[in-house]
């Protein structure tokens, strides 16, 4: 075999300069002067001539073999990049699909929206020319001791909630058996979830609420439908004695008109929804609100509910103010300043969220400045003895949230730990924690610590759903050895037991890759 040995490592030299030799020419030259014109000009013809003269059996048995290696190889080669254009034409050809059927679908929700609106100026057109705008007039007596009509103010239902404040105010009397620290109104919560609504929730979850509470005004609950994301707010209403308003997100909602209402140039009266009555109402309450947003991402959260996320952006509380109308009025609501209303620092926004084809991918920006809890199954049962709700006012539960962040602190340990994982985070996956992510995380995890849980749970719980969360976002195909290394990095930096939450879902990520 040593002939055929010389003449194919010859003939490997003579083809290799060949393609360097020629590497510049268009394809179809190069594959050409490769194969096609050296055997017209018996180039390889005459170098086969000079060997196999000398070849014996063995020679031509491995000639043969080789040959069907190097024939095998090049169909293989051809196979894969016919392969690969034909995924890829499918890839873009989905995707160019999906992008008609989102523009389909916002022309739709476009053309419903002026459909609305034109079925509101109809409705107001007849209701003036039959005078309806004048009856149902209501009197009360004012704090000056004269009558007014409630038909004069623009604000029909604010109003009504101005009389009903001023004539039952409501003061909510803390007994010694409702000044709870955390881990108590963790318990009583679930027992009494439990005892009086039959709804079951773990301490994680609960943990997870109170925490999401200090860090944030907007909470979004996502998971599977059926897992009890709706309950979970109406059921700590309950428990706070102040029922949870929920309001149905439709998939029409495309701005804050959907939300707020509007003003009516026809009857020049406040279009008002029960999500501002809501608000305002909570202007005069001293314990916990809530406002639900249930299935929120039927439409686009940055649409109708863009002007909240950037007012409560603002460090000073006193500007958290949502325009309402351009000019005020003297027969406006008394909470009703220039036509802005405030909003309270005792409410709350949770929005429930599904992930599935119906329903539009919440964003980074919603996603940033809301606390985002997932509830993927549902606990097991809990038999609890009888329990009553809690009387608790805004102002102790805010006061335990501040004393336990100043009472525990994140450990030098986690804390040097968590740069090293942000620097590697940005060397590997050019995404960075950012200033914002950090303070939610100082909010955050102590109050979770103070629910009694340890500081790297909090952690973990925070990497996973502010972090790895915009890994969904990679070609993670290409980020499997990096993914690797990040679960590596976190054992040695926090040990093997600990992280659970983040190595699964790092684990999950790499099965869709």
Request: proline share 2%; hydrophobic share 45%; with cysteine.
């Amino acid at each position: 075999m040593n002939g055929f040995s010389q003449f194919y490592i010859e003939f490997l030299g003579d083809l290799w300069d060949n393609i360097c030799h020629r590497f510049y020419l268009f394809w179809v030259e190069i594959v050409g002067a490769i194969f096609y014109g050296d055997w017209a000009n018996n180039g390889y013809l005459t170098l086969f001539a000079n060997y196999n003269a000398t070849w014996n059996a063995l020679d031509y048995i491995a000639f043969i073999l080789v040959l069907i290696i190097n024939v095998g190889f090049i169909a293989l080669l051809i196979v894969l990049v016919f392969q690969f254009l034909r995924r890829y034409i499918r890839f873009v050809k989905r995707e160019i699909d999906k992008d008609a059927l989102v523009e389909e679908v916002s022309l739709l929700n476009q053309k419903v929206v002026e459909l609305i609106d034109e079925k509101n100026k109809i409705l107001a057109m007849r209701v003036s020319q039959i005078g309806a705008g004048t009856s149902g007039v209501v009197d009360y007596e004012g704090t000056t001791g004269k009558k007014k009509k409630e038909s004069e103010s623009r604000f029909s239902k604010l109003i009504r909630v101005d009389k009903e404040a001023e004539e039952n105010p409501r003061i909510t009397v803390m007994n010694q058996s409702d000044m709870l620290d955390l881990p108590g109104l963790v318990d009583r919560f679930i027992a009494f979830s439990a005892s009086q609504l039959k709804l079951f929730y773990t301490r994680e979850i609960i943990a997870r609420w109170f925490a999401g509470l200090a860090t944030s005004k907007v909470l979004i609950l996502e998971g599977i439908s059926g897992t009890g994301k709706t309950s979970l707010p109406y059921a700590m209403g309950k428990f706070f004695q102040n029922d949870t308003s929920i309001i149905s997100v439709q998939p029409s909602w495309r701005d804050r008109a959907e939300l707020l209402g509007y003003l009516n140039e026809f009857t020049k009266r406040f279009n008002e929804t029960d999500f501002l009555k809501s608000v305002y109402a909570a202007s005069y309450s001293d314990t916990i609100n809530l406002i639900v947003l249930d299935e929120m991402n039927l439409a686009r959260i940055e649409y109708y509910f863009a002007e909240f996320l950037s007012v409560m952006e603002m460090p000073d509380v006193n500007e958290w103010k949502i325009d309402i109308v351009p000019v005020s009025d003297e027969h406006d609501p008394k909470n009703l300043i220039n036509g802005k209303i405030l909003i309270p620092q005792n409410l709350w926004f949770i929005g429930t969220a599904n992930k599935d084809d119906s329903t539009f991918t919440i964003t980074d920006k919603v996603y940033d400045r809301a606390v985002a809890i997932a509830i993927n199954k549902k606990a097991d049962y809990i038999d609890a003895q009888f329990t009553e709700p809690v009387s608790m006012t805004f102002e102790y539960l805010d006061d335990l949230f501040k004393r336990t962040q100043s009472g525990f602190q994140l450990s030098e340990m986690a804390s040097q730990g968590f740069s090293q994982l942000d620097e590697f985070i940005q060397e590997k996956f050019k995404i960075a924690f950012g200033n914002r992510i950090m303070k939610q995380i100082r909010l955050f995890v102590p109050v979770y610590m103070g629910c009694g849980f340890s500081e790297f749970d909090g952690l973990d719980y925070m990497l996973t759903f502010k972090i790895l969360r915009k890994f969904e976002q990679l070609n993670l195909t290409f980020l499997k050895k990096e993914l690797d290394e990040l679960i590596l990095l976190l054992d040695r930096l926090f040990g093997k037991d600990q992280f659970k939450v983040s190595k699964e879902f790092i684990a999950d990520l790499k099965k869709t890759a």
